[in-house]
Structure formats: structure tokens, C-alpha cells
């Protein structure tokens, strides 16, 4: 059966019209007429869109411009005021001269399809939303731990750095930790949890517990791995108020232990001296008493400044004298490691205001981790220690501990400060740097921290010359608000 061009016209399943350059609609199909109604003498924005002017961007119009076909996506609405989404096909009709004397307009509806790429939109737009609020740090990881994408608090805490690695942005380390949780979801495609400690772009150290989950693609490999990372800082804060008191006990009870048998040891010398009238063991045993004593003290006092807000003594120290105190108290272990110290008094060095034994502790404090830097590092073969006094000329005390020892990678720096951390392993309590930065914060100075990676580490403490009875927070001693 053979249908006429004027039945294949009108046969059409879309909305098929003929339109002049005026837009006026000269010809329609059945489906056109059935769904808009009469055509006649009218134009298509009025038949379409029930507009009194013509669309801003209209196809026809393009096409009478141009020549050529072009398509495009609207919205139009039926005799019965239903709204139609239709894709637009426009092709000229050309006369026997070539010149184009109207153009055809096909319209398909694909309300259907328009609907379901809207619930797609909007239910992409709402997962995006939920990725955004989420009240943890979320970002997505490449197999190559390049972060792809991350949510707000993500870019807030530590910035859009899209296709770094993950422990650069992290860590700021230059490879790979080990384990990582990450790594691990990807090979086995699992779910993982673990708790680190990270860095944020404003040098805030966080305790996160981290937890991956695998993000699969169109065949079900994992393709990504998506990183959820909550900031449990406070808790670990607040535990660790419960926790340090069997860690503190812990860490000190096996010192104590050997400052208690030093303590027998001489009392036995004395008693012994007293007994045969040996004045040489009397003053032996003597010594071995005192230096003991003296090692529980300091020990004491370093509790005390952790287990409370301990206001510090004031007294006019002379900078060289506290310098040459803290050089003979350390001398000894550093002979035995074979360090060489050397003391640099500047003649702006000066007096200052402070606890005599808290300044002298702090610096110990930071004279022994020199020390232990230069223990641990095998790389060269003399080791030397620096300790500098002097003025900063803005008012304020300035000595420095300088080694040539192992140095610190950025992400030892960033937690050198914190409560228990320890680059030193099992031989560290993690208290010793934590007490010294809590002195000259209770002096109302710093200390500042530089180091290189097999170069050595320098601390820089600054204090003020006059006390002005400031606390760490700030407060002045006769504060009326202290509690």
C-alpha cells in the first residue's frame, strides 16, 4: 500500500508544521492540530506557548537566517494547558530557485524522558547536597591516592588541593603512610577503619577516626575509595585527662624505681662511713643522696607542671648564669655520648624575670632532646650542641638549643609539642617537650621550632624580660574573672 506525501505527513507520531518567515504556521499534521487545535492564520509562539511575541532564541528563525537545521529543547503547552517538553528539528524548504520559502518544524515529545532526567538532576543535586553537609571530612581517592573530590569541612580544615596526594594534604608527608586504610579498600574492596592524627591547612593537629568505604563502578571493580574522617580531638582530649594519670604513673614508676635504690645505695655509703669513721665514704654516699633528690624533685616538679595550672616563682635570673646551669647538667651525659657542647653568651644577654627551676628544667628539657637527636643519628661523625643567650631587641630574653643531630620531618615538627608524642619510641614518655612549651607559655614567652631532615633541629625561646603575671590563657594574675 502506497501512502501519499500529503498521508506520510499527516501519518507523523510528532508535532509536524510548516512555518513562513513571519512564523506564521502554514500547514500542520494531525497530531499538531489535535493537540494545539486550529493553526490558521496564527503563529507558532502563539500556538505553542500562548505568548503574544516571539521566543527569544527560535530555531525557525535560524534556520531562515542560515540555511541550515538546527534542534533545540522546549517547553509547550496543549489546548487542555498540559505542558509538553519536546526536542525541536527544523530543516528549510526550498523553492525551484533555491531560495528558502519556509521552514518544517518536527517536535517529539519527551516529557518522559525529561522527567526522569529531572528526578536525575534533582536527585544528584540532593546527593551532592548530603556530600557537602556532611559533618565530617569526606573526600574521594583515586588508586593513585589522589583526592578527586572532597566536601566543604574538607576544603575548609584542609583546602582544595584536587589531585594532590592524600598524604601531602594529610600529613604533608612526601610518601605513602603505612597502612593505609585507603590502599588497603582497594585491594580487597572492604570497609576500614583506623584512627590518625592529621594536620590541618592552619596547623591545627586533629585526632580523626578514619573509616573507607569502596565506591564501585558500571562493572563493579572499585573505581574510587570514598574517606570519612570525624574529628574526635575533644574526646581523645578528655580521655586523655583520665588516661595520663596510668600513663604519667606508668612512665615514671621504673624512674623512680632506680632513684629509690640510688637513694639506698648512699644511705648504705653513709651509714657505713658513719659506722667506721670513713669521712671520704660519709661524703660519697653523701653526694649519691643529694643527686638523687635532686632527680625526684625535678621529676616532681615536671608532673606538677603537667597536672595543673602551676603559677611559676619569679626571681631576677641572669640569662648566663641559667645558661651555664644548664650546661653543667647536661655536660655529663653529653661526655658520655661524646657531643660536643658549646656555650655562646651574647654581652645583650641580660637579666629576666622567672621560676629559676622551671626556665632551668625547660632548657634541660630541650638540651636533652639535642642530645638525643645526636644519639640517634648515624650519618655523621661528630656531634655538636649549641646553646646561645642574648637579646631579641624587642624586650624579651632569647636562648637557643641547636643541634646537628638526625632533624625532624615536617610531620614530626607539626606534633613535637603534643601531650605523649614521642619520635623516639618506647624510649620517650612524650612529656619532656610537651613541659617545656608549657613553661614559657606560663612565662608568657614561646618556643619556636626549626629543623631539616639530616641537617639538625634549633628550639628558639623567647621570654619577657618583666613578668607581667600573665597565665597560659592569658589572665592577669589579680584577674577578678580567674577561677
Given at each position: 500500500m502506497e501512502l501519499s506525501g500529503g498521508q506520510c505527513f499527516d501519518a507523523m507520531p510528532c508535532y509536524l508544521s510548516v512555518q513562513d518567515r513571519s512564523l506564521r504556521v502554514i500547514k500542520a499534521n494531525r497530531r499538531f492540530r489535535e493537540a494545539f487545535g486550529n493553526y490558521e492564520g496564527r503563529y507558532c509562539y502563539q500556538v505553542y506557548k500562548q505568548r503574544a511575541e516571539p521566543c527569544e532564541d527560535c530555531p525557525v528563525e535560524r534556520t531562515f537566517r542560515d540555511g541550515q537545521g538546527h534542534h533545540s529543547e522546549e517547553r509547550v503547552t496543549c489546548l487542555d494547558q498540559t505542558e509538553v517538553s519536546v526536542i525541536v528539528y527544523t530543516e528549510p524548504i526550498r523553492d525551484e530557485r533555491g531560495e528558502i520559502a519556509a521552514v518544517m518544524e518536527m517536535s517529539t515529545d519527551i516529557t518522559d524522558l525529561a522527567r526522569l532526567q529531572n528526578?536525575?538532576?534533582?536527585?544528584?543535586?540532593?546527593?551532592?547536597?548530603?556530600?557537602?553537609?556532611?559533618?565530617?571530612f569526606v573526600s574521594i581517592q583515586d588508586r593513585d591516592l589522589n583526592i578527586v573530590d572532597a566536601n566543604r569541612l574538607h576544603r575548609e580544615a584542609f583546602g582544595s588541593f584536587l589531585g594532590c596526594k592524600c598524604y601531602e594534604i594529610y600529613k604533608h608527608r612526601t610518601e605513602e603512610c603505612d597502612p593505609c586504610v585507603v590502599r588497603q579498600t582497594f585491594e580487597d574492596g572492604r570497609v576500614h577503619e583506623r584512627e590518625e592524627v592529621v594536620t590541618s591547612r592552619q596547623g591545627r593537629t586533629m585526632n580523626v577516626l578514619v573509616r573507607t568505604t569502596p565506591v564501585a563502578g558500571p562493572s563493579g571493580q572499585v573505581e574510587a575509595v570514598m574517606e570519612m574522617s570525624a574529628d574526635i580531638t575533644q574526646i581523645r582530649e578528655l580521655q586523655s585527662q583520665l588516661e595520663s594519670i596510668g600513663l604519667l604513673i606508668s612512665s615514671i614508676s621504673h624512674g623512680l624505681k632506680g632513684l629509690l635504690n640510688g637513694l639506698n645505695g648512699g644511705m648504705y655509703l653513709v651509714n657505713k662511713g658513719l659506722e667506721a669513721g670513713n669521712g671520704d665514704r660519709v661524703r660519697?654516699?653523701?653526694?649519691?643522696?643529694?643527686?638523687?633528690?635532686?632527680?625526684?624533685?625535678?621529676?616532681?616538679l615536671d608532673i606538677l607542671y603537667y597536672a595543673k595550672d602551676r603559677e611559676p616563682g619569679s626571681a631576677v635570673l641572669s640569662a648566663a648564669a641559667v645558661l651555664d646551669q644548664v650546661c653543667e647538667q647536661i655536660g655529663h651525659r653529653a661526655r658520655e655520648l661524646g657531643v660536643e657542647v658549646v656555650k655562646d653568651v651574647a654581652p645583650d644577654a641580660g637579666e629576666f624575670e622567672g621560676d629559676e627551676k622551671a626556665v632551668r628544667a625547660m632548657l634541660v628539657n630541650l638540651g636533652e632532646n639535642a642530645l638525643d637527636a645526636c644519639r640517634l643519628d648515624r650519618?655523621?661523625?661528630?656531634?655538636?650542641?649549641?646553646?646561645?643567650?642574648?637579646?631579641?631587641?624587642?624586650?624579651?630574653?632569647?636562648?637557643?638549643?641547636?643541634?646537628?643531630?638526625?632533624?625532624?620531618?615536617?610531620e614530626t615538627r607539626e606534633r613535637a609539642f603534643t601531650l605523649f608524642f614521642s619520635s623516639k619510641g618506647?624510649?620517650?614518655?612524650?612529656?619532656?617537650?610537651?613541659?617545656?612549651?608549657?613553661?614559657?607559655?606560663a612565662h608568657g614567652g614561646e618556643i619556636r621550632l626549626e629543623s631539616e631532615v639530616g641537617v639538625g633541629t634549633s628550639f628558639v625561646v623567647t621570654l619577657p624580660r618583666n613578668r607581667t603575671g600573665r597565665h597560659e590563657d592569658g589572665r592577669q594574675e589579680n584577674d577578678p574573672d580567674r577561677r
Open positions: 528526578l536525575l538532576r534533582e536527585g544528584r543535586a540532593y546527593c551532592r547536597t548530603l556530600f557537602e553537609q556532611v559533618p565530617c660519697q654516699g653523701w653526694e649519691i643522696v643529694q643527686r638523687n633528690i635532686e632527680r625526684i624533685r625535678s621529676m616532681v650519618k655523621k661523625t661528630a656531634h655538636r650542641i649549641t646553646l646561645r643567650a642574648a637579646g631579641d631587641g624587642d624586650g624579651r630574653a632569647r636562648f637557643e638549643i641547636e643541634d646537628n643531630g638526625i632533624g625532624m620531618e615536617q618506647s624510649e620517650g614518655t612524650g612529656l619532656g617537650l610537651f613541659i617545656a612549651n608549657r613553661i614559657a607559655r
